[in-house]
């Protein structure tokens, strides 16, 4: 997210948030370049514009969640990603481009920080802090920017581990992380949602929100579990409640909200194409159930920047101008920061 500026005429003129992006799908590519080439790190290719698209999805280039995990997020860019010099380097330059060049007025950014870490070979209180210090330093650049930090468990980790990852997220609580989340699909057998319910009630009595992912794809539906047994705030993605009725009610009636994310369904085949996309956001629409639209990888997939989203959105139809002013607005208040930007947390 490095470019200049964005127009103030262009659409949308309103101000946006973005509740649902990952530290490591939102790094722009030459950041990643820059930060690659300060380390010494060695790179699948060593062309910058073969890198780039290397490394990004578009309309022409989807590729399923797993194999894009398996071959470039998990492999690439999460090393990529690590360490305290690229933790504090990526955050900054994520938050204060998304204000810059993408309208972006509030932004909650997540992360495991034990994906940051290389592996366990830096101490987990480094990495953390040094994010924080990316986002201070945004926070005290952008005065009006809003941004917090998300902590991820993973599906695919221990209970332990994850018990870690949310005792972190309550140890850093009033320097700026303010959820936490359940995030990677494909567990490992024995795994169960119920099984989180003391770890997220721990969470949720220590101040922090919740949210997790769930029903992105059909494969990764497990959203009656998460709605019964977690009682999140807010849903990841969670596009797959269109096609259950009674879920959409319960969702409604819970006051749920989806954090929905159009092009990284698009590109990830979450959805089969715009078509379904735009009845599973219309459905969802007919049956009173809060969501908001966000990027997930914003700089990993082409031309994925919020703004452009919502533009997209408005001229293929999908939503009209008023709904997505409603959606901009329902991500301000299903936010999970305080109010008051870097004042909030000291
Ligand atoms: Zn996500």
């Not at 398996?70 to 990603?81: G, K, V």
């Not at 690229?86 to 481009?97: K, L, P, R, V, Y």
Request: aromatic content about 10%; some cysteine; proline content about 4%.
């Amino acid at each position: 997210m490095l470019k200049a500026k964005v127009s103030l005429n262009a659409f949308p003129s309103f101000p946006l948030a973005d509740l649902h992006a990952h530290l490591g799908a939102s790094v722009s590519p030459t950041t990643y370049w820059e930060i690659a080439h300060e380390q010494g790190f060695k790179l699948p290719e060593r062309d910058y514009h073969r890198f780039i698209e290397y490394i990004t999805l578009s309309e022409k280039r989807k590729m399923e969640l797993k194999e894009y995990f398996d071959t470039i997020y998990h492999p690439l860019l999460d090393p990529l990603s690590s360490g305290t010099f690229a933790c504090e380097t990526a955050t900054f330059q994520i938050m204060s481009g998304a204000y810059r060049s993408s309208n972006i007025h509030l932004i909650e950014l997540r992360n495991n920080p034990m994906k940051h870490n290389h592996g366990g070979q830096e101490d987990l209180d480094h990495i953390i802090m040094a994010m924080l210090r990316g986002m201070e330093k945004a926070l005290l650049q952008y005065p009006t920017l809003r941004a917090g930090l998300l902590f991820c468990m993973d599906r695919q980790f221990s209970y332990e581990k994850n018990a870690v990852i949310v005792e972190k997220a309550i140890k850093y609580r009033r320097r700026g992380v303010v959820g936490i989340d359940l995030a990677n699909y494909y567990p490992p057998k024995g795994f169960a949602v119920k099984d989180y319910r003391g770890l997220v009630r721990k969470a949720r009595n220590a101040g922090l929100k919740v949210t997790i992912h769930s029903g992105e794809n059909a494969a990764s539906d497990d959203l009656w579990d998460v709605v019964g047994y977690l009682h999140p705030d807010r849903i990841g993605h969670g596009i797959r409640a269109a096609y259950d009725k009674k879920l959409m009610k319960r969702l409604a009636q819970k006051n749920i909200v989806l954090e929905i994310c159009p092009m990284s369904n698009i590109a990830t085949k979450a959805v089969e194409n715009l078509e379904e996309l735009a009845f599973c956001i219309k459905t969802l629409k007919e049956h009173k159930v809060r969501f908001t639209i966000n990027t997930d990888w914003p700089e990993m997939i082409e031309q994925a920047h919020l703004n452009n989203q919502f533009a997209m959105l408005r001229n293929q139809g999908v939503l009209s101008e008023s709904d997505l002013r409603e959606c901009a607005k329902t991500s301000l208040t299903a936010s999970f920061i305080p109010k008051g930007g870097l004042s909030a947390y000291l």
